[in-house]
DNA sequence: TTTATTAAGGATAAATTTGTCCGATTTATC
DNA sequence: GATAAATCGGACAAATTTATCCTTAATAAA
């Protein structure tokens, strides 16, 4: 569904959202702790979410990441579209260059529908509502 | 979302059942050209759907490969499970080892409903519906 | 029996994704 | 200014997926 390193991206924000309230840095290595990640794969991730402009690093002692704006500002549409691209929202169902109502394949109509669904999903699921799980301790990022 | 083998492997599957109507035997490299894949690779994807029991392989001249049911009896989740096993129908969006309700990821009751629906939707669409498509010449293997 | 055609399967190669290492840079504190 | 803590970024390595090559085996027709 998504690659290893969306994944990976979307624990990451999720963590930050809950661990960062207040302005508070959250280090990578506290993050790659919490999510279970690999340290030096998940910097690589956290570089790209930063240049995509929805993560704010700062760099030196006591410097770490912080979301580029409020946690039920960011939904998981985003961070997706950042790590994977926008195949999830319009690629084709068996991988033909694009997918085209006017020329498809014979699964696009079933596809499609649910394609939107999923991207409806991310579109409406921000960060806020995924961080309040954790901390109430009904959800986890690891197991 | 699937492998290209599984995208592969549900083309090829989509053409013989269009093209295999009546009993006959279509060559692995009819499938190929058809479906413009690579022959070796695509080989490969028939004789694991040919082991997993989905196809019928006969070899020799004039061999070549036919649906083992009735193309309305065959669903596109047999396929996929097929090649890439069933992580599509039970993984956790966010790689967690195994999706538990009962310890779930931050995104499992949302992302559970929608895999749901995926799951529905590949066991109810069957190959013969999908091959009608094709030689109606209102869908494409290809573009 | 020979030949042509076709699938099976093992070995290998290429491409992509995932993961590691290390030096450079930035910043707070001593 | 020196030191320690932290991100950045380039090069590299490992693992996985995708793709190719080639030999063997089976089958039909000449
Ligand atoms: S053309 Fe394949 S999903 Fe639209
Ligand atoms: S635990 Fe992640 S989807 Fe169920």
Request: net charge positive; hydrophobic share 45%.
């Amino acid at each position: 569904m998504f690659s290893k390193a969306c994944e990976y991206g979307i624990k990451a924000m999720i963590y930050i959202a809950q661990a960062g309230e207040g302005g508070r840095l959250v280090s990578l290595k506290e993050i790659a702790a919490e999510i279970q990640s690999p340290v030096a794969f998940t910097a690589k991730i956290l570089q790209l979410l930063s240049r995509e402009g929805i993560l704010l690093s700062t760099k030196g002692a006591f410097g770490g990441f912080q979301l580029a704006a409020a946690a039920d500002k960011i939904n998981l549409a985003e961070i997706v579209k950042a790590i994977d691209g926008d195949r999830v929202f319009n690629g084709c169902g068996l991988g033909l260059k694009e997918c085209n109502a006017l020329k498809p394949c014979p699964v696009h109509f079933k596809f499609a529908a649910f394609r939107e669904q999923l991207a409806d999903m991310l579109q409406t699921t921000n960060l806020h509502e995924l961080a309040a799980g954790l901390k109430k301790g009904v959800s986890f990022l690891y197991r």
